[in-house]
């Protein structure tokens, strides 16, 4: 198929791109560079720079490529950023989204994938979280990736779209061409990893007063291999039905824990420093993602922590200025 990748010169859409090349299909890549890299671009995409606000640059750009379906990874994704300035924040996300949708209805393109977040479900109710449990976003980012999921329904009702939602809980590690390069930078292993290579003196560790076992939050780290893996196949999958499904691991790790694995991986020491609670973190964020290992065969290829960090390791080695070398 011919498929439209907006963000794809950022960290997720860039491997995805990648993995999409390698399953046979045309790519082309849409995206403003207010957070990708030209860099990061698969060089057998096609690249079409614009913003989503433009809707008259995505027309020109659906105008002059046959599209077959869409994923959609461009978006402000800083929690911190949206709990200090919500509004422009879910505007603009939500805002484009629109826009996105209305130029794929108008040119009746019907499969559509939407890069989503566990921060959808704020602190859960039980762990691991299930696809059909509370919803009730515990930041401005979350909330517009729901606003946006619900769209999707009525788009399916009104325009016959076929979707799925997937919903990531933490992408880390990288390929062996694109890995995490973003400024500034809030992701906790790439952060880990600036103190090994001596660009950071030290890590912060945002609050350890949380129920954990250590106090500090636990998070579910997928490998983002494995995250784009699972793109492919829910765009296989779209012929059947729509589908929402959770992307993670099944196994939680803290922040110390992590940075514990850090020094294993590297030899390097890692000062860290405690700091207050960031808005907006649950304490622990764990998925279950076995609706699709059962439906769609995924399974994840990196499911060790460690292999995780190696792989984000000999990326960040080659590339410590990011793309910009």
Known sequence: MNILVTGGAGYIGSVATEELVKAGHQVVVYDSLLYGHRGAVHPRAIFEQGDLADKARL???????TIDAVMH????????????????????????AINLLEVMASHDVKRFILSSTANV??????????????????????????????????????????????????????SEQYGEDHEPETHLIPLVLKVALGLKDHLDIYGDDYSTRDGTCVRDYIHVVDLAQAHVLALDALDESSRVYNLGNGQGFTVQEVIATVREVTGHPIPARI??????????????????????????????????????WRWTRTHPNGYAQ
């Not at 990874?73 to 484009?96: E, T």
């Not at 979350?142 to 009702?157: A, D, N, P």
């Open 59 to 65: 027309a020109e750009v659906f105008d002059g490529h």
């Open 73 to 96: 990874f461009a978006a402000h994704s800083v929690v911190p950023f949206s709990m200090r300035d919500p509004l422009p924040f879910v505007r603009d996300n939500v805002g484009n």
């Open 121 to 174: 479900y704020g602190e859960p109710e039980r762990v691991p979280i299930q696809e059909d449990d509370r919803l009730a976003p515990s930041s401005p980012y979350g909330e517009s990736k729901l606003m946006i999921e619900r769209m999707l329904h009525w788009c399916e009702v009104r325009y016959g779209l076929r979707y799925a939602t997937l919903r990531y809980f933490n992408a880390a590690g990288a």
């Open 275 to 312: 700091t207050p609670r960031r808005p907006g973190d649950p304490a622990t964020l764990l998925a279950s993602s076995s609706k699709i290992r059962r439906e769609l065969g995924w399974e994840p290829r990196y499911p060790d922590v460690a292999d995780i960090i190696d792989s984000a």
